[in-house]
């Protein structure tokens, strides 16, 4: 096995038989399955930065119909394709290189009944084993740090996607500052994480073939937000959280990121492409 895809399964193993112990904590909180939500799950199962709420903002930058067919590039145990296909309809494919969660994913999927739209397997991103032209759109949810070879990745992108379909990506980049403080989220060191400064990410999907049609700097916004906050949304109770999905140090990494973010080691954005 590549060291790179060791060091990324050892970090997301963090927690065995992850299926089996979500399944248990809802049962003991007495949550019937019918109630198992995307706001219910969404603790455990969006496992990338800012969870539901951001998977839901950078919907918000494109337009999903139930006539679409999405790629979940990097799907983890299958929160946001689950959220696509619940909130629009759409069919939904995950493909991620760790067995144990392509296991949970499918497992939480057939519970919540979504296993005819939702569909998930285990492969790379570098080499996605589908068609040309298959898909509508491809999501990556802070996925591409743990990618060395971003030119194949976008290649593939490219190559799976209809003409004028359109690519997702929310990204965690190298800021101007020096490097980051580890553990981070997506890595516990620097061995397999591979950020880019955010122009030459944007550099190489212009010449990859795409043209960007939406870019918003996460830091700006999340600054913007703390100035003048949006109306608080509902909390729903429940007793999921990442550390189920992520591990018990999850804390010290997210701490980590935040900091980096704040020294100008991490950049952040969200970006919306399509395929020209």
Not at 180 to 201: K, N, Q, V
Request: glycine fraction near 10%; charged fraction near 25%.
């Amino acid at each position: 096995m590549d060291g790179t895809v060791k060091a990324i399964n050892d970090d997301n193993n963090a927690t065995p038989d992850l299926a089996g112990r979500i399944i248990a904590v809802l049962e003991a909180a007495g949550i019937p399955e019918e109630n198992w939500t995307p706001e219910i799950l969404g603790p455990a199962d969006q496992i990338h930065g800012g969870g539901l709420l951001q998977t839901q903002l950078h919907a918000a930058l494109t337009t999903i119909t139930k006539d679409m067919h999405l790629l979940d590039i990097g799907c983890g145990i299958g929160g946001p394709a689950r959220y696509f296909a619940t909130e629009f309809g759409c069919i939904v494919t995950g493909i991620d290189l760790t067995p144990e969660y392509i296991d949970t994913a499918r497992i939480l999927t057939g519970k919540v009944g979504l296993s005819d739209r939702v569909a998930f397997d285990c492969g790379d991103a570098t080499d996605l084993p589908y068609d040309d032209v298959s898909f509508d759109m491809v999501w990556a949810l802070n996925v591409t740090m743990n990618i060395r070879d971003r030119q194949k990745l976008y290649s593939e992108m490219w190559r799976v996607l209809k003409d004028g379909g359109r690519v997702a990506i929310s990204e965690l980049g190298q800021g101007p500052r020096g490097d980051p403080y580890y553990p981070l989220p997506w890595a516990r060191d620097a061995s397999y994480s591979f950020l880019l400064p955010p122009d030459e990410m944007r550099g190489m999907l212009e010449n990859g073939g795409f043209r960007v049609l939406e870019w918003v700097d996460e830091a700006a916004r999340r600054q913007a937000a703390e100035k003048y906050p949006p109306p608080p949304t509902p909390e729903v109770d429940t007793p999921l959280t990442i550390e189920i999905t992520r591990g018990d140090d999850y804390p010290e990494r997210r701490a980590n990121s935040g900091r980096s973010a704040k020294e100008g080691r991490l950049t952040n954005v969200m970006m919306v492409a399509e395929k020209v």
